[in-house]
């Protein structure tokens, strides 16, 4: 049996990227988890990208504050993003003799640039954004 379903503030929701090929088995096992009360809800597929093949999928858990505070079973205690992903791949693992579908966290990159660095090796030169990449001739 379900328990009431919890206040928005406090689920912690976050984001996965699964291959498109792989999205019905991965949606499969992310449902499994919520009828164990693992996950809160269905997961939700925001979004996919034929030229890239990859789908973005929010998926929502109690927070490990509120599990805490609830006296959740220890099974579902401090739930986070990584251990999701991690039981889906097991899971699948077992199943599957051994295959995982691809997927993974949603991040958010910053600080990604050349600016100021140089990397050397060879003769040949490439420039730009004030970094420097040689080698080859």
């Not at 996965?16 to 009360?37: C, N, Q, Y």
């Not at 269905?42 to 979004?47: G, N, V």
């Not at 205690?77 to 691809?102: F, H, K, L």
């Amino acid at each position: 049996m379900r328990a009431e379903r919890p206040r928005r503030d406090e689920l912690a929701t976050d984001e996965i990227i699964v291959a498109i090929d792989h999205l019905a088995v991965v949606k499969h096992e992310l449902e499994k988890l919520r009828d164990l009360d693992v996950l809160v809800n269905d997961p939700e597929i925001l979004d996919d990208d034929d030229r890239l093949r990859l789908a973005r999928v929010k998926i929502q858990f109690l927070s490990d504050v509120v599990a805490a505070q609830n006296d959740v079973l220890e099974s579902t205690a401090g739930t986070n993003i990584s251990e999701i992903i991690g039981m889906v791949r097991d899971q699948c693992r077992y199943q599957y003799r051994g295959w995982v579908p691809t997927l993974g966290k949603n991040r958010v990159l910053s600080g990604i640039g050349g600016e100021g660095g140089q990397v050397t090796g060879g003769g040949g030169q490439v420039t730009g954004g004030g970094g420097q990449v040689t080698g080859g001739g």
